[in-house]
């Protein structure tokens, strides 16, 4: 799903399709909060590794691109 405020997450059908396997399960709330915590892992090294694709692309690339100075 694309990072967009205004989307209504139900309206991607794999997520309906998780909420009713999950509702399903015996202890359906510690499974929700399971699927919930590595939802949020996963969103934090998603941002992790953009911040640091980021920081590359500012930092190291204008070093990689400067042209080598003759002697």
């Known amino acids: 799903m694309p990072n967009d405020n205004n989307q209504n997450?139900?309206?991607?059908?794999?997520?309906s399709l998780l909420l009713m396997v999950a509702a399903?399960?015996?202890?359906?709330q510690g499974k929700l909060n399971s699927l919930g915590q590595?939802?949020?892992?996963?969103?934090?090294?998603?941002?992790?590794i953009n911040a640091g694709l980021e920081t590359f692309h500012t930092q190291v690339m204008p070093m990689i691109m400067r042209q080598p100075e003759k002697k």
Request: proline share 13%.
């Open 24 to 28: 399903s399960v015996p202890d359906p």
């Open 38 to 48: 590595a939802i949020n892992s996963m969103r934090d090294a998603v941002n992790s």
């Open 9 to 15: 997450m139900f309206n991607n059908p794999l997520v």
